[in-house]
């Protein structure tokens, strides 16, 4: 998204500003280090400009999404890809693993203990990457910053699910009043927001009450599993549930808050020019105390 500083012009990818002497800067290293390829290029800029997470790492996945973006925009010119079949051009190849399995019906109860894997396994990654493309009417994209993916397993290992975790969306109005915080400390604390952008219980699995048990358990587990890759627990959930195709039932069944409705522009559309599906939005308090730690710390 462009914006105006007084005279200076400065763009917003990835939940960070990024000035126009910035984006001068990035211009003259593509130009200067002609021989470094994309990775190392994001791996200098963040660096250069000190992006980093909150326990001190460098923020490198969303400086290559950032800078990817821009190159999009026309902003700045990235040299050509090492490969040209690459990930960031290619859908996910759909083979036999992600073929439908065999119907279940049984209720929740009946499944007994439900249980969620982390994706850090390549194996694991691939066959999430296809449920998603194959089976989630928003189909795969690649989640930028911090994240956690996971597989549902019942406790006799049948796949029942997929669930995706990642960065906050930057501004949504409904949920920032909800909070009640000022623009600098979102700017601080956003990252203490976790969203669910990807949920799918997988086509041949009809079990009652499945979604919402599986939403509880995530909200229990998600803190710690992302503490521990992370060194650092959220706070807050939060999702968008499109309203002309869901209706939200699994996430008031597992007590989400329902703030209110998008806007139908999409977060990066400044001019009110895009529209985009209007959907409901849904928040879940990981910490009893989340307004005062978002809005006050």
Request: one cysteine or more; hydrophobic letters at 35%.
């Amino acid at each position: 998204m462009k914006t105006q500083l007084g005279e200076q012009t400065s763009y917003r990818y990835c939940g960070r500003i990024f000035t126009s002497k910035e984006i001068n800067w990035i211009r003259e290293l593509i130009t200067s280090e002609d021989n470094h390829n994309r990775f190392q290029l994001s791996k200098i800029v963040c660096e250069k400009i000190e992006w980093l997470r909150p326990d001190g790492r460098l923020k490198d996945m969303s400086c290559r999404v950032a800078m990817l973006r821009m190159h999009r925009d026309g902003i700045i010119l990235l040299p050509e890809p090492l490969k040209k079949n690459g990930n960031s051009n290619n859908r996910p190849k759909l083979t036999s693993v992600s073929d439908p399995g065999e119907p279940i019906t049984a209720p929740v109860r009946d499944l007994s203990k439900i249980h969620l894997l982390p994706v850090s396994a390549k194996k694991d990654s691939l066959l999430y990457n296809q449920l998603i493309e194959r089976y989630h009417y928003l189909k795969y994209n690649p989640l930028p910053g911090a994240q956690l993916r996971y597989l549902v397993f019942s406790s006799s290992g049948i796949l029942l699910a997929a669930l995706g975790f990642g960065a906050a969306a930057w501004k949504v109005a409904p949920r920032d009043q909800f909070i009640g915080w000022s623009h600098e400390k979102r700017a601080k604390n956003l990252h203490l927001i976790v969203n669910n952008a990807r949920f799918l219980i997988l086509p041949w699995i009809n079990s009652s009450n499945l979604a919402s048990h599986i939403l509880s358990v995530a909200a229990k587990q998600l803190p710690v599993d992302w503490e521990n890759r992370y060194n650092y627990k959220p706070v807050l959930l939060e999702t968008f549930v499109q309203i002309n195709k869901f209706k939200g039932t699994c996430y008031k069944a597992a007590n989400w808050t329902l703030l209110g409705k998008t806007q139908g522009r999409g977060k990066l559309d400044q001019f009110n020019k895009k529209s985009l599906p209007v959907k409901n939005i849904f928040v879940y308090p990981l910490d009893k105390k989340f307004k005062h730690t978002l809005a006050t710390s």
